[in-house]
């Protein structure tokens, strides 16, 4: 992938390092509006709900749903969507942190970091010459920023243009919970001893349910031109790069124990 080792694409001090030749680059990325899906989901089943906080209204029509939802007590939307950026957050620098201990057991050397610029990796520079992963994205005069929303046909975001509307994206998700192969279904093979029941004793999301989940995500798609309002719909931050340690230069300027013995034995045990 062309980044070019020079700002705004990548941090100075990262230029002289990253992506070189030798090196593998892992860009994880995740889909904040399927998590904010999710997350809506989430506040349902345990009867609470979001208003406008940005433009200090109630969600219109939620108010048929005052057997399932909390109105009096409604979280702020801004609120909600720094909750679903952290948690998506949280599990993008888990996955890097978990392939750094990979690195390290395997003798390798690299780290984890956040130097490169999201919109480079993913391709939202309006450059053709950093296409980056070739996401789609928009811009409106509501961001200030271009949204990301998917690698067409490869990783596509639950959210317009990915789908026609919210409802949509809303009722795919549920699929993806409770359709064929999805965690919740009952023929979804697992490791308990009665995987069956385990797996299809959740609680499938009804019509009414995901009618209070959609009002929510189309207010949002409708009011701020995407979902989620505040965040990105595709979102990507940590980094993992992997790459072969050089000993003679550790040897020279660091005492012993500068590296592990895995990096120390890695090249006769790897390519001996």
Partial sequence: MNIPAEEPYMEGHNTWCVNRPGTTLIMPVADLAQHGIAGLCFLVQNGACIYDDVNDRKIPGLERFGSLVDLDEPF?????????????????????????????AMGLGGWMFDGVDRHTTLGATGDPEVPGFGFRYDTDDRW?????????????????PHYPDMRAAVEAFAQRKFGPGGPFNADTPGAWRNSAKVRGSAQIHNEEFIDAVTTMAQYVYDTFGKFPATVPSMFSLMYLQAHHLDLDFYDHHFAAGGYLRTQAEHMERWHG
């Fill in 76 to 104: 702020p939307l801004t609120y909600f969507d720094q909750y679903m950026l952290t948690e998506a957050t949280a599990e993008i620098a888990t996955s890097c942190y978990a392939g750094m201990l990979m690195l390290q």
């Fill in 144 to 160: 200030p920023i271009p949204n990301v929303t998917g690698l067409p046909g490869v990783f596509e975001g639950y959210c317009p």
